[in-house]
């Protein structure tokens, strides 16, 4: 039971964390509420990322870090 629940707020987690990158695109959709929300999950823990992993030519990799970084928890988690 609970790992089912802890297997899908994960996976809810990357969705928001996609969103939240695919979304910072396009500014229109930056003055939404839904990526205001997304914004308050996901940037506390793409800041000590992004500490560590510099943008590449105005690209930022964090959100892909935290991706990989999810699916390693549920790996280990096996979830």
């Known amino acids: 039971m609970i790992k ?7 996976n809810l987690l990357i969705l928001i964390v996609v969103f939240h990158a695919l979304a910072s695109w396009f500014p229109s959709l930056r ?10 999950i996901v940037s506390p823990m793409l800041e000590p990322i992004r500490s560590f992993v510099k ?23 096996k979830l």
């Open 31 to 40: 003055k939404s509420k839904l990526y205001t929300v997304g914004d308050r």
């Open 4 to 10: 089912g629940v802890l297997s899908i707020t994960l």
């Open 55 to 77: 943008p590449v030519n105005g690209l930022d990799f964090s959100p892909m870090i935290l991706i990989f970084l999810i699916y390693l928890i549920k790996y280990l988690l």
